[in-house]
């Protein structure tokens, strides 16, 4: 997608919902996902019973853990969140920022556009990533997981939906900046339209085919579009 593309899309937008693992950070970059969800695991394993799932223990993706423990067990979803967020904080001190995403946020700030975290992230760890590297002040507000509730998280427009009333917006007065199919879906859900952000081989393909409005492999030139 080129930026004229991308100007031609971004133009009528008043608000900008970012997904936060992707478009902002690479949260498990420095810490990878499989110890986080091992961290995860490890921490359950006392409190589980012979019947629930062996697969946990090889879980790679921490929040498909998540996910999963509060489906199976409920009475532990509350625990799980709190060691996952705790472990997301770690995180997100050691992960790597986006090229372009930092630049992309400030020129929505600079064209009079706001900006809004929507994210299957915990709130602690992304408000911790903002104010480590100074972009808080750029965000209105961040709408990370509900604490032990999984159920909240994309594709469920759940966190969309609260982060349009937050900015009192009509869905065509915004779009959705995400890097998975989920994210598109999550948009679709709530009527916001979604930029897809291909970052791996394959990926603009998957956004597009979710109905992403466009797909670009670079957070840089939604900045440039934005200028
Ligand atoms: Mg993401």
């Not at 489906?71 to 997301?88: F, G, K, Q, S, Y």
């Not at 159920?151 to 009509?170: Q, V, Y």
Request: aromatic content about 4%.
């Amino acid at each position: 997608m080129n930026t004229t593309q991308l100007t031609d899309v971004l133009r009528p937008v008043k608000h900008v919902f970012l997904d936060f693992d992707g478009p902002v950070c690479s949260v498990f970059a420095g810490l990878p996902a499989p110890d986080v969800a091992r961290g995860l695991y490890d921490s359950l394993s006392p409190a589980l019973a012979p019947g629930d799932p062996e697969g946990w223990a090889t879980e790679t993706d921490p929040l498909a853990l998540l996910r999963s423990v509060a489906d199976v067990r409920p009475d532990l979803a509350v625990r799980a969140d709190e060691t996952l967020v705790r472990l997301e904080v770690e995180a997100v001190a050691l992960a790597e920022q986006t090229p372009g995403g930092g630049p992309a946020i400030r020129a929505c700030v600079e064209s009079g556009r706001s900006v809004w975290i929507v994210s299957n992230n915990s709130g602690d760890a992304i408000r911790a990533y903002l104010a480590d590297h100074g972009l808080d002040d750029a965000i209105a507000g961040v709408f990370g997981r509900v604490p032990g509730d999984p159920t909240s998280m994309k594709p469920n427009p759940h966190l969309l939906l609260h982060a349009l009333s937050a900015a009192s917006a009509a869905p065509g007065e915004c779009i959705f900046v995400g890097d998975a199919a989920r994210d598109v879906q999550a948009g679709t859900a709530a009527d916001v339209a979604t930029i897809g952000y291909a970052n791996k081989p394959g990926k603009a393909a998957v956004l597009a085919a979710a109905g992403a409005v466009a797909v670009t492999d670079s957070m840089g030139a939604i900045a440039d579009a934005l200028r």
